[in-house]
């Protein structure tokens, strides 16, 4: 099995970027997570796939028994968000366009 570096290398090819940052940026995570899975010499399947080419991680469904707990922690937390900041204004699209755009602004 290759190495954890060696199958972020081959995702750097295969995603035609040159640094761990633009990597990162590719699959949606941090720089340090790429960092740390270096270090670690451990990486989970779905980045390896990844790498073997079957899909990227920003446009494939990834199910959610297949997240860490810190990720389903992370998707709960962002739903409860959703839910309390745009709930009032859901139903109205274009409302909930403006004002998500301005919450991520700020």
């Known amino acids: 099995m290759e190495s954890a570096a060696q199958v972020i290398e081959t995702s750097k090819a ?3 970027v040159k640094t761990d940052t633009e990597l990162a940026a ?4 941090r720089r340090s ?3 740390n899975r270096r270090n670690r ?3 989970p399947d779905r980045y390896r796939r990844i790498a073997d ?6 446009a494939q469904a990834q199910s959610y028994g297949e997240m860490t707990d810190v990720e389903r922690a ?3 937390i962002a739903v409860m968000r959703l839910v309390h900041d745009f709930g009032d204004v859901a139903t109205d699209c274009r409302a909930f366009l403006e ?8």
């Open 41 to 43: 010499d451990s990486l």
């Open 53 to 58: 080419g079957q899909g990227n991680r920003a």
């Open 33 to 35: 997570s790429v960092a």
């Open 99 to 106: 004002k998500s755009m301005a919450a991520a602004a700020s």
């Open 14 to 16: 295969r995603f035609r």
């Open 26 to 29: 590719r699959l949606l995570i």
């Open 74 to 76: 992370a998707m709960r």
